[in-house]
């Protein structure tokens, strides 16, 4: 009989770190010969879970999500109505644009923690949003052209602009900023601005710029709610955003930047860098899916998330990303746009190594899978031997 | 006063002070005749619009006038005695055409009874709700408009008198059903669209239960005795053309048999039912690719005369022959001479088809199915007055459909067979259950139409009780005999090497990307490269190991060099033909390949 610590050691042989560190937490307690059955079945299911080695396994995860994905054009589960959340597209729209790492997705939306200190305060909170939220000119105050004198006249809603904290000089800095011209006059309810318009039609375009001024808020954030956790019995408030600006959040001192969520993939890689990009795409795929009763397993879709950063950028799945990008000129001549691949393939002279499955099969050579992976070879020793 | 504006065909043409009375008055115009009778008005709150364009879906409608309908006994004595037609209604101003858009400014009654004085028109039938197909269908009112739509189309694809003139006509293809009848259950458009005079289908018995499993999942099973009594049996006809064209510089096609100098002679079996003409006889038994017309044409490009030998015509055979799966007996053969003066041969075989297992039948309710087996007389279920049925039909397949038309049809079926006056089934109006079941009690059955029934295979008595009824059912041109295909080996394509696609051709079964993709997600790769080359394509190809180019063998020289570089270091290499053709397409493109050999172990 092996003591307990030689056991653990041949674990360590097998496991990595993490795992031993969990079966050590969760088999505190138990009898020797009960922990060692169960740390050798558990051993047992390692195994049995790895790769076999020559498993096609990106073929296998696009058939996961490919086999699942059908199905989902057909049904997709709307989400709506539910307040304050506000609703991400979800299904297939949703899942295509993550796969494409599309530059302008339909829906981006930051989750932002609020410090430990504030969360608890729902008035604090909402004051936070309320200021992160873009206003434009127009939603405060009634814009007008004079085309007799060529100005434009400026009539503040007083109303709405108590609402949202704002004053009149404030409001006209902003658009003497956006407009480089100072104010002909600046009152509690109204504010003239003659800009340099010699004709109708310049007027127009000022009058535009002027209306869709940012007077307040983060640049991006077109709306921002307030949504309720519950803790236990205590209550913490987080605030969700519709439209992100990740940069500028992250900057303001009432939010925890360390547990503040975006959506959005490429503006994560941006502020935060490639891991944490591969991480939000990972989670965001994988939560779509969840959300659609769809159940792939995990490894698949993080090797898509991996196969998709792995060059230090993000990488399309389709044409323009990883699928147009391989080694091989005939698997990339076999794959759309063949005469661009051809063509450049014979300016450079390249060389087709035909290691990869697509060109293997053009030749007509067995594919480096499965039983195809492992080669047999005569050695020469042992014929000496004998 | 009611001011607006007005609308022709969706835009803005001016306004008017009295939208009410424009309306009317261009309504009137219409009616009168003035205006076309397509055109349509519709009045909305401050707005007339007009519309003149295509694409609306218009519907007939009669006019009422003061809480009278405008078409009175003596319109409709009228059209009976064919004095007058639906036309002239339309031109008196009794029958009008009304779109979407015009609707809604309508009330329409849907009987004459209930007119009120609000009413604005009246419908002419209610069964005009349906179309031309669906109106066809027996009880359609209680079918799902899906199971219609399903019907209407099948019913495009039975079997049956497709011409009266079938008998002189020389169609390349065309199926003719044998005893057609006229459906026992059946609307009055039956009559109106001549169906009763061209019938596709026949009234079959039906018992529904299942059996042994030989009718699951919409699969039918048929008698065998219904069969041999020609149940469902109709007649496939295929027509052949060949001219004797006439070619620049006087040369002409001959029918004629072929001797055995000519290119492409067949043999002499080949030619042993052909008369001295080189047509085959009439009541013929033809197979696939027999020679039905033998005919020899010119060569196609005429060869330098030189001046001391003969002028020797290498003639080439071209002659027609049955086509596959086509085989039967020669019909009829034809022989004229078209516009040109070239002379015509025709010929047209036939071919009998009995129902055989995988056929495909229909009911009228868009309950169709294919025959999972074909049972003997003897080994049928009968019921206690001794029927045995023509076919047992799955009780399975009714209730999700909801056609519960089909079994109104059946319970009809059953009552007209024995009341010999047909039933009427026309949309809203036919004879309802009610009626049916006492009908049926008369006649000494249960009303619910099911029956007391013995197992044919063992004699005992089902201890359920089985519904059975008579249901017209269509014969669908979906025959498998015409589908039946296999390959082993067989032709390939030039370009490529690889085996030919479709029937037609003897081509393969296509081994597509996703079977491809499921053999890679196994690792399976051997399977796959038996798959993908051993059998399609596999090919060797000699390679210069210096340049790397497809070099030549020279067989009479037996000598094997590359001729790019002269050199002889040559070596078979196994690749797939495709690869060969693409480097090739790829040197006409202006790129040159360069194949590195290597040793494999
Ligand atoms: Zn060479």
Known sequence: MTSMKDT???????????????????????KAAEKRKFLEEKLEEYRKSKVEPGEPVGLLAAQAVGERATQMVLRTFHIAGLTGELSVPQG???????????????????????????????????????????????????????????????????????????????????????LRKKPEKVEDDQAIFKPKASTLKSLRRYTQKAKTARVKGIKGIKRATIV?????????????????????????????????YSNSIREVQGVLGIEAARKVLHLEIQENLKAQNITINDRHIMLISDAMTRKGELNAIGRHGISGEKESVLANASFETQMRHLLTAAQKGETDPLKGVAERMIVGEVIPVGTGSVELRMSNQKQKKK | MNEGSVYLNGSLIGSHKN??????????????????????????????????????????????????????????????????????????????????????????????????????????????????????????????????????????????????????????????????????????????????????????????????????????????????????????YRGYSSQERRYPAGQKDRFEVPSEKIVGYRGEEAYKNLDENGIIEPETQVDSRDVLISKTSPPRFLE????????????????????????????????????????????????TMEP???????????????????????????????????????????????????????????????????????????????????????????????????DGRTGRRIEAQIFTGIVYYQKLYHLASQ???????????????????????????????????????????MLLKERLLKESDETIELICEECGTIAVNNKIRGEMYCEACGSKNIHPVKMSYGFKLLINELKALGIQTELKLEDKM
């Open chain 1, 92 to 178: 297939m729209p949703r899942l295509k644009e993550l796969l494409e790492v599309r530059h302008q997705p339909k829906m981006e939306t930051c989750k932002i923690q609020i410090k430990k200190e504030l969360n608890g305060n729902k008035e604090k909170v909402k004051e936070i949003a309320r200021d992160m939220e873009e206003v434009t000119l127009e939603e405060v105050a009634d814009v007008q052209e004079d085309f007799n004198e060529k100005r434009i006249i400026i009539n503040f809603n007083e109303k709405k602009m108590k609402k949202q904290n704002l004053k009149p000089e404030e409001v006209a800095a902003k658009i003497k900023d956006k």
């Open chain 2, 304 to 351: 330098e005369i030189s001046e001391l030998s003969a002028i020797e015509e290498k003639r080439k055979e071209n002659s027609t022959t049955v086509k596959a799966n086509c085989e039967g007996k020669v019909d009829w053969v034809l022989m004229t001479e078209g516009e040109d003066g070239n002379k015509i041969i025709k010929v047209r075989t036939r071919n």
């Open chain 2, 19 to 236: 939208l009410d009375t424009l309306a009317k008055e261009i309504r009137e115009k219409r009616r009168r005749g003035e205006l076309p009778e397509t055109l349509t008005v519709r009045k909305k709150e401050d707005e007339v619009l007009v519309n003149t364009d295509t694409g609306r879906a218009l519907r007939p409608l009669i006019i009422i006038e003061k809480g009278k309908s405008k078409l009175t006994e003596e319109h409709k004595n009228k059209i009976e005695k064919e004095e007058i037609t639906f036309k002239d209604l339309i031109k008196d101003g009794i029958v009008e055409y009304l779109d979407a858009e015009e609707e809604e400014d309508a009330y329409i009654a849907m009987k004459e009874e209930e007119i009120t004085k609000e009413h604005t028109h009246l419908e002419i039938h209610p069964s005009l709700a349906f179309g031309t197909c669906s109106s066809v269908n027996p009880y359609p009112e209680y079918n799902m408009s899906q199971r219609l739509e399903m019907s209407d189309s099948m019913l495009k694809q039975a079997l049956g008198l497709y011409a009266t003139n079938y008998n002189v006509r020389m169609d390349t293809e065309s199926y003719l059903m044998q005893y057609p009848q006229k459906p026992l259950t059946r609307t009055k458009y039956n009559k109106i669209l001549g169906l009763d005079k061209k019938p596709a289908g026949q009234n079959f018995t039906i018992a529904v239960m299942s059996y042994i499993g030989y009718n699951i999942d919409d699969a039918i099973v048929l008698n065998k005795g219904s069969i041999q009594r020609a149940l469902g049996r109709s007649i496939y």
């Open chain 2, 356 to 454: 055989i297992i995988g056929d495909k039948f229909s009911a009228r309710h868009g309950q169709k199915g294919i025959v999972g087996l074909i049972v003997e007389e003897e080994d049928m279920p009968w019921t206690e007055s001794g029927v045995v049925p023509d076919m047992i039909f799955n009780p399975h397949a009714v209730p999700s459909r909801m056609t519960a038309g089909f079994l109104l049809e059946a319970i009809a079926g059953k009552k007209t067979s024995f009341s010999g006056k047909k039933t009427n089934a026309t949309a809203f109006e036919g004879e309802d259950r009610e009626s049916l079941k006492k009908k049926l009690e008369e006649y000494g059955f249960k009303p619910n139409g099911k029956e007391v029934m013995y």
């Open chain 1, 228 to 260: 309720e956790r519950k803790q236990g019995n205590k209550k913490t408030y987080e605030i969700h955003t519709d439209g992100t600006n990740l940069r500028n959040i992250l900057k303001l001192p009432e939010v925890n930047s360390k547990e503040t």
């Open chain 2, 483 to 525: 589908k039946l295909h296999a390959r082993a080996r067989g032709p390939l394509q030039i370009l490529t090497r690889q085996p030919t696609e479709g029937k037609s051709r003897g081509g393969g079964q296509k081994f597509g990307s996703m079977e491809r993709d499921c053999l890679i997600g196994h690792g399976a790769s």
């Open chain 1, 8 to 30: 653990w050691k041949e674990l360590e042989k097998e496991l990595p770190q993490r795992k031993i560190q969990t079966l050590k937490e969760n088999t505190k307690g138990m």
